[in-house]
Antibody
């Protein structure tokens, strides 16, 4: 069974940093691309970043570009999102999502999400 | 402003059929597979349709997906009150090098 479990969310002050983690299980981690997707309160889904299975390709959305770094560790079956210079409008639930089995980045399985609140 | 365009809301009576549209362009829907997601309040999105028209195991055949040109659609037949949720379409955009989503459609079963 595919499982994705995010952690690392919480309350952070504007300008602060957070590192989100996503622990994957139930599939061969390095064979799949992975994504971060966020959802602000009451809003729709917003793609944040994608990373290929080999980490050779990493893509970032415009909203957070320059302030985030996506990485993965195959040995730990884990995906990471380092977020810096956080702003109040970065407040959202951040989801980890696996890329589809066809090798594209479009998500199939999603984690339960971790809430990031940016407030003073 | 989302790259993919969905109606903000749709509604229909129990037992009826509803269709949710998703409009894009040649850089996204026109040349890539489309997925559809169902999201209940307070829950994570769940895959309903992948590769335009395929259902994951466990998704009832009341849910169908289709694609034509630069548009896609999700059809739901035999509507149930339990289908009330937000629905999103998503795909890859070749020009943006990004996953793109529609703005979401809230389904109300009257």
């Amino acid at each position: 069974e595919v499982q994705l479990v995010e952690s690392g969310g919480g309350l952070v002050k504007p300008g602060g940093s957070l590192r989100l983690s996503c622990l994957a299980s139930g599939f061969t981690f390095n064979r799949y691309s992975m994504n971060w997707v966020r959802q602000a309160p009451g809003k729709g889904l917003e793609w944040v970043s994608s990373i290929s299975g080999s980490s050779n390709f990493i893509y970032y959305g415009d909203s957070l570009k320059g302030r985030i770094t996506t990485s993965r560790d195959t040995a730990k079956n884990s995906l990471y999102l380092q977020m810096d210079s956080l702003r109040p409008d970065d407040t959202a639930v951040y989801y980890c999502a696996r890329g589809s089995s066809l090798g594209t980045y479009t998500p199939d399985y999603w984690g339960q999400g971790t809430l990031v609140t940016v407030s003073s | 402003q989302s790259v993919l365009t969905q109606p903000p809301s749709v509604s229909a009576a129990p037992g009826q059929r509803v269709t949710i549209s998703c409009s894009g362009s040649s850089s996204n829907i026109g040349n890539n597979f489309v997925s559809w997601y169902q999201q209940f309040p307070g829950a994570a999105p769940k895959l309903l349709i992948f590769e335009n028209d395929k259902r994951p195991s466990g998704i009832p055949d009341r849910f169908t997906g289709s694609k034509s040109g630069t548009s896609a659609a999700l059809g739901i037949t035999g509507l149930q009150t339990g289908d009330e949720a937000d629905y999103y379409c998503g795909t890859w955009d070749n020009s943006l090098s990004a996953v793109v989503f529609g703005g979401g459609t809230k389904l109300t079963v009257l």
